[in-house]
């Protein structure tokens, strides 16, 4: 009843940018949280960025003053603006949702993840 679609990945050289963009869709009542994880191969998923509603963020220390998230509540859309990348930032980057299904309750959702993939 929810889906999460992602896009804006790819490679790209060390120093470039990318922005990625997740959609919510479905029978949504509200949104709590819109955020952003990473997995890179071999380690376990890690927190990149959050937004709350508000507008409170939280951003990873590895990657402050280079990346940063944004909202667009008018479309259930999160952002991750990423700049000045490095090697270290290649990974799997999934778009996580914490939301309030109509006539529901509260629903967890994953997006499928994209591969950014940043060459030395």
């Known amino acids: 009843q929810v889906q999460l679609v992602e896009s804006g990945g790819g490679l790209v050289q060390a120093g470039g940018s990318l922005r990625l963009s997740c959609a919510a869709s479905g029978s949504i009542s509200s949104i709590n949280t819109m955020g952003w994880y990473r997995q890179a191969p071999g380690k376990q998923r890690e927190l990149v960025a959050v937004t709350i509603t508000g507008g409170r963020t939280n951003i990873a220390d590895s990657v402050k003053g280079r990346f940063t998230t944004s909202r667009d509540n008018a479309k259930n859309t999160v952002y991750l603006q990423m700049n000045s990348l490095k090697p270290e930032d290649t990974a799997v980057y999934y778009c996580?949702?914490?939301?309030?299904?109509?006539?529901?309750?509260?629903?967890?959702?994953w997006g499928q993840g994209t591969q950014v993939t940043v060459s030395s």
């Open positions: 996580n949702v914490d939301l309030w299904v109509a006539g529901r309750g509260p629903f967890n959702s």
